[in-house]
C-alpha cells in the first residue's frame, strides 16, 4: 500500500500542450516538481483541438471509456485519452467529446466569436474530471485547480461528490490567475451548472454574473487554500481573497521555486 500523498492537477492548460497565460508552464513545473519530491502525480485537461495527437502521442485510454457525463438533461460521451508529460514520468488524462472540443480554435473562433457553449463545455470539463477520478478509483489527498475553466469543481466537491468516498480526504487548491476573457457565460450557465439536487441557488450565487472574474470568485469561494498565480489579477480578487479566514493563502512570487507550493501541498494533506 502506498503511503505517498497524491495530487491531481485539473488544469484548462498546461505546457506543452496548450499555453495561453504563464500559469501554463507553472503547471508544468509542478506536476514534475511534486513527482520529482514524493507526491504521486497525476493531471487532467481538455483535449482541445489545438493539441496535436500525434506530436503528443496521445492515445485513447479504453478501459476507461464508456463515461457518459450528463448535462441539463443530455448525455455527452467522455473519451479519455492519455500521454506522457515530456521529462517526466508521469501521465496527463484528456477529456474529449467530439462535439464540445473538436474544433480548431480554444475559446474563440476565427473571427474572435466567443463560442456559445463554452458553459456547457466548462461544466462538461468539470463534471468529467470529476467522473474519470472516480472511475480511476484514486483518492487524491490535494486537487489543484487552474484556469477558470475548473472553477466549478471546488463547488462540486463540497456539494454533488460530498459523499463520494473517493474524494472523502480530498483538499481543493484553487489558483486565481489573469483574466483572459470579456465575454460572460450563456444565460442558462447557472440553470446548467447545477448538475445535482444538494447545488442550491445560494451556492451558485458567486459565479452568477457570468464574468471571468466571477469564475474565479467562484472556485476560490470553495477551496480550502487560495493562490495567486499571476501578477497582475483583478485588484477586486486580491481585495477578496488575500486574507480569508480559514483558508491557507499563497501570494504570487516570480522568483519562487515552487517550493511554496510543496509546503502548501503537504500542509492541507496532513
Request: proline share 4%; glycine share 6%.
Amino acid at each position: 500500500m502506498s503511503t505517498k500523498k497524491r495530487i491531481l492537477f485539473i488544469a484548462n492548460e498546461m505546457s506543452p500542450y496548450l499555453e495561453l497565460t504563464e500559469f501554463s508552464e507553472i503547471v508544468n513545473r509542478l506536476a514534475i516538481k511534486s513527482n520529482d519530491n514524493g507526491f504521486e502525480v497525476r493531471c487532467i485537461m481538455p483535449r482541445f483541438g489545438t493539441i496535436n495527437e500525434r506530436r503528443h502521442r496521445l492515445h485513447e485510454v479504453v478501459r476507461l471509456s464508456g463515461i457518459n457525463v450528463s448535462v441539463d438533461n443530455d448525455d455527452f460521451p467522455l473519451q479519455i485519452k492519455v500521454a506522457s508529460l515530456p521529462n517526466a514520468r508521469l501521465q496527463v488524462y484528456f477529456l474529449d467529446n467530439e462535439d464540445l472540443f473538436k474544433r480548431k480554435f480554444v475559446f474563440h473562433d476565427e473571427k474572435e466569436e466567443w463560442f456559445e457553449d463554452n458553459s456547457l463545455r466548462t461544466i462538461f470539463f468539470c463534471k468529467g474530471a470529476l467522473e474519470t477520478v472516480k472511475k480511476f478509483g484514486w483518492p487524491p489527498d490535494i486537487i489543484h485547480c487552474s484556469g477558470w475553466m475548473t472553477s466549478l469543481i471546488p463547488l462540486y466537491l463540497k456539494t454533488a461528490y460530498k459523499k463520494e468516498p473517493v474524494f472523502g480526504h480530498s483538499k481543493v487548491v484553487y489558483t486565481l490567475g489573469q483574466n483572459s476573457f470579456k465575454e460572460k457565460m450563456g444565460p442558462d450557465f447557472l440553470k446548467q451548472a447545477a448538475i445535482h439536487a444538494n447545488i442550491k441557488e445560494k451556492d451558485l450565487e458567486p459565479f452568477k454574473e457570468g464574468t471571468n472574474l466571477a469564475m474565479f470568485r467562484g472556485g476560490a469561494t470553495y477551496a480550502d487554500a487560495i493562490t495567486f498565480g499571476a501578477e497582475k489579477v483583478d485588484k477586486k480578487l486580491t481585495d477578496e481573497f488575500a486574507k480569508v479566514k480559514g483558508k491557507k493563502i499563497l501570494a504570487y512570487n516570480a522568483e519562487s521555486d515552487l517550493t511554496d507550493y510543496l509546503q502548501l501541498y503537504t500542509d492541507l494533506a496532513k
